[in-house]
């Protein structure tokens, strides 16, 4: 519910909110680097809380933050304003998702690992899929601020009940941990290759996604194409998504992780090089569809991969820590993507350049993960 009504669903707000302030494309992406830079900011601190007193209280914390601060986000008259209520918005997003549901889901079924966060990954990508689909209308005809002002009450009223009901269960879900967990010590766990080598593929995968997912729609509107159609686009990666997952989960439990992750950045640089193919001719169409399917299928494999290659390090209690930290420090450089790619946009009338620049980091997140432990 979070990640489709807010990460899943910003681009349909992008231009809108743009035109409406006259922003420039580098000011409407540093709202969204504020977004993404809060949501890396406060998954450490969030790690260390899941560990130490359970997905829960953190999760409801969270969603209470998302609704509040979206709602505000869906008031703002300035800049400041809004890229406040985004920051605050992707605070409450870390602390509500990714970290607290891994580890629960890591402690559930360590046995099927990579099958039960292809799972989860999948069901957030249903979200990322229908939301935008339907949210991109409403925008349209009634305004960004209402449908803004309307998830924020949805986050309230559907999402914070089942966190509330099914959060709960799992050693994380109800029972406190002890400070110190039963694996290496955490500074020792920080300076091991394993850590050091998964943060790297994180941070160069994911500064290359952020490039291009929260421009996708507005790239596809300069190209020709009608909103209602870019949309597609855009939650047909999405739904690529869902089905990559579902296929990856179980590729990971049978052949291991490191050998499926190197296939899978290698798909999503060879989607990345398909952008450029794509135009409002039949032809351009067909490329739009492969880049889609290809990107969008293996576009959050490293997030599926990361949890399980960190577990055989972390130890029992250290999960939630050490993928929080993980996850910090790729923020910090990947929340740079769309705001690098507003200001080459600015600069250039074109977003080729800028995912071109995408497709190259991609290539370069294989690096690492050639070096990871077999």
Same mark, same amino acid.
């Given at each position: 519910?979070a990640l489709g009504t807010t990460i899943g669903s910003l681009g349909a707000f992008v231009e809108p909110i743009r035109q409406d302030f006259g922003w420039t494309g580098e000011q409407m992406g540093s709202a969204l680097t504020a977004f993404v830079l809060a949501m890396a900011a406060i998954l450490p601190m969030a790690g260390l809380l899941v560990d130490r007193i359970g997905a829960r209280v953190?999760?409801?914390?969270?969603?209470?933050?998302?609704?509040?601060?979206?709602? *505000?986000? +869906?008031? +703002?008259?300035?800049?400041?304003?809004?890229? $406040?209520?985004?920051?605050?918005?992707?605070?409450?997003?870390?602390?509500?998702?990714?970290?607290?549901?891994?580890?629960?889901?890591?402690?559930?079924?360590?046995?099927?690992?990579?099958? !039960?966060?292809?799972? #989860?990954?999948?069901?957030?990508?249903?979200?990322?899929?229908?939301?935008?689909? !339907?949210?991109?209308?409403?925008?349209?005809?009634?305004?960004?601020?209402?449908?803004?002002?309307?998830?924020?009450?949805?986050? *309230?009223?559907?999402?914070?009940?089942?966190?509330?009901?099914?959060?709960?269960?799992?050693?994380?879900?109800?029972?406190?941990?002890?400070?110190?967990? =039963?694996?290496?010590?955490?500074?020792?766990?920080?300076?091991?290759?394993?850590?050091?080598?998964?943060?790297?593929? @994180?941070? #160069?995968?994911?500064? %290359?996604?952020?490039?291009?997912?929260?421009?996708?729609?507005?790239?596809?509107?300069?190209?020709?194409?009608?909103?209602?159609?870019?949309?597609?686009?855009?939650?047909?990666? !999405? #739904?690529?998504?869902?089905?990559? %997952?579902?296929?990856?989960?179980?590729?990971?439990?049978?052949?291991?992780?490191?050998?499926?992750?190197?296939?899978? #950045? +290698?798909?999503?640089?060879?989607?990345?090089?398909?952008?450029?193919?794509?135009?409002?001719?039949?032809?351009?169409?067909?490329?739009?569809?492969?880049?889609?399917?290809?990107?969008?299928?293996?576009?959050?494999?490293?997030?599926?991969?990361?949890?399980?290659? @960190?577990?055989? !390090?972390?130890?029992? =209690?250290?999960?939630?820590?050490? @993928?929080?930290? &993980?996850?910090? @420090?790729?923020?910090?450089? +990947?929340?740079?993507?769309?705001?690098?790619?507003?200001?080459?946009?600015?600069?250039?009338? &074109?977003?080729?350049? $800028?995912?071109?620049?995408?497709?190259?980091?991609?290539? *370069? %997140?294989?690096?690492?993960?050639?070096?990871?432990?077999?």
């Amino acid at each position: 519910m979070a990640l489709g009504t807010t990460i899943g669903s910003l681009g349909a707000f992008v231009e809108p909110i743009r035109q409406d302030f006259g922003w420039t494309g580098e000011q409407m992406g540093s709202a969204l680097t504020a977004f993404v830079l809060a949501m890396a900011a406060i998954l450490p601190m969030a790690g260390l809380l899941v560990d130490r007193i359970g997905a829960r209280v953190v999760m409801t914390c969270g969603t209470v933050l998302i609704a509040t601060s979206y709602g *505000l986000a +869906s008031r +703002s008259q300035t800049l400041t304003a809004l890229v $406040a209520g985004f920051a605050a918005t992707g605070a409450g997003l870390g602390a509500a998702t990714y970290v607290p549901c891994t580890v629960v889901i890591s402690e559930w079924v360590p046995d099927r690992r990579g099958l !039960a966060l292809g799972v #989860l990954l999948a069901v957030s990508a249903v979200g990322a899929t229908l939301l935008p689909i !339907a949210i991109a209308p409403l925008v349209r005809d009634h305004g960004w601020r209402p449908v803004m002002a309307g998830i924020a009450c949805l986050n *309230l009223l559907i999402g914070l009940p089942i966190i509330l009901a099914l959060a709960r269960r799992g050693t994380h879900g109800h029972e406190k941990r002890p400070i110190s967990g =039963g694996g290496p010590p955490l500074p020792e766990l920080m300076r091991g290759r394993t850590f050091r080598l998964v943060t790297l593929v @994180l941070v #160069l995968s994911q500064l %290359s996604f952020y490039g291009i997912y929260f421009h996708l729609i507005p790239f596809l509107t300069d190209l020709g194409f009608p909103e209602s159609k870019a949309v597609l686009f855009y939650s047909g990666s !999405a #739904l690529a998504t869902f089905a990559g %997952s579902m296929v990856l989960g179980p590729l990971i439990d049978r052949f291991g992780p490191r050998r499926v992750l190197i296939a899978a #950045l +290698s798909v999503l640089v060879c989607g990345c090089l398909l952008l450029p193919g794509i135009d409002t001719s039949s032809a351009g169409i067909a490329v739009g569809v492969a880049f889609s399917v290809l990107w969008g299928a293996v576009v959050n494999s490293p997030l599926q991969f990361a949890p399980i290659l @960190l577990a055989d !390090a972390a130890g029992p =209690g250290n999960l939630g820590t050490l @993928l929080g930290l &993980s996850n910090f @420090l790729t923020g910090l450089v +990947s929340a740079f993507g769309p705001v690098l790619t507003g200001a080459i946009h600015d600069a250039t009338q &074109s977003y080729m350049t $800028a995912f071109g620049l995408s497709a190259v980091i991609a290539a *370069l %997140s294989i690096v690492p993960a050639l070096r990871l432990p077999k």
